[in-house]
């Protein structure tokens, strides 16, 4: 038996971040997930629900499913995300549900001299920053105690797609870009998978800066990971952006994790193994 009752459901439970929460998750509570195109792995599964944002009604899957919390992890076509999350809004508005939706470092992706916190003005140039801001000002219009944003730096890990691709990389003697003015914070999808259980776990809601409570330049980073997983002799290609250094952290101050959730990026470093 479960411990809790709580109903979940994961929106992209087939993708790296929302297949890592499913697995932190599921021993604990009732835990539901859509998959769109990966049918082979999850069509067997019956936690696992077929949703395609582009031609299905998202209403649909959540009156099947019936969740008390949905975590949004999904990606996808910009307009259709839009249109699924206001229509999870309107759902949320009438039902007992809240949402954990997974947002990005890049709302503040335009020139920044400083990293971020909860309460700074999202800006951003890019157009994934701007669909993540305007999913965010969706979702503050919620009632607090039914939202809540989670915004997450890049996510590393073995089994990520961007330690994939550097292994990759390595074997096809390709290079491997890195930003030399880019000041950064990280997690991994097991701290990132801890953390998130732990806001569900708590009834937490509001914004939260979900990354190492540390900053470093992105090419060093990516060289000690390189180093890690066991190659000195990457080819780096330095991409110049900006002349100045340039932050893309979201560091917490309002809402603090506890001491046991915290980490550093030398842990997500000290993580990655040769494999
Ligand atoms: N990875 C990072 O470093 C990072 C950092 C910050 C924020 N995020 C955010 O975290 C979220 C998840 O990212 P991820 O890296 O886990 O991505 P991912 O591995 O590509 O997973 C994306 C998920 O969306 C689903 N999906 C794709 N197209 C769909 C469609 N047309 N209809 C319905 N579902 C669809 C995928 O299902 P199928 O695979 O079954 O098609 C999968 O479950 C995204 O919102 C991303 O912006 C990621």
Known sequence: MKLETKKILILGGSGFIGNAIYKELCNYFDTYGTYCHA?????SNKQFVHYNLEEDDIVEVLE???PQVIVSALRGNFAALVIAHN????????EDCKIYFISSANVFDTYSKYPSYEMDKTLSESVYGRL????ENMLLRLPKDKMAI???????GNSSPRIKEMKKAIIENAPIEVFP???LNVTNDDKLTQQIHYLINRNKTGIYHLGSNDLTHHEDFIKEVLERVGNFNA????VYTTNEDRYLAVLPKTNKLPKNLQ???????????LN
């Open 263 to 273: 980490f550093t990026f030398q842990d997500i470093i000290d993580h990655h193994v």
């Open 132 to 135: 993540k801001i305007k999913i």
């Open 87 to 94: 229509h999870i809004v309107e759902y949320i508005t009438k």
């Open 39 to 43: 049918a082979n792995s999850f069509s």
């Open 150 to 156: 989670l915004r997450v730096p890049m996510v590393f």
């Open 235 to 238: 080819i780096i290609k330095r």
């Open 64 to 66: 099947a499913v019936k």
């Open 181 to 183: 003015n880019l000041i």
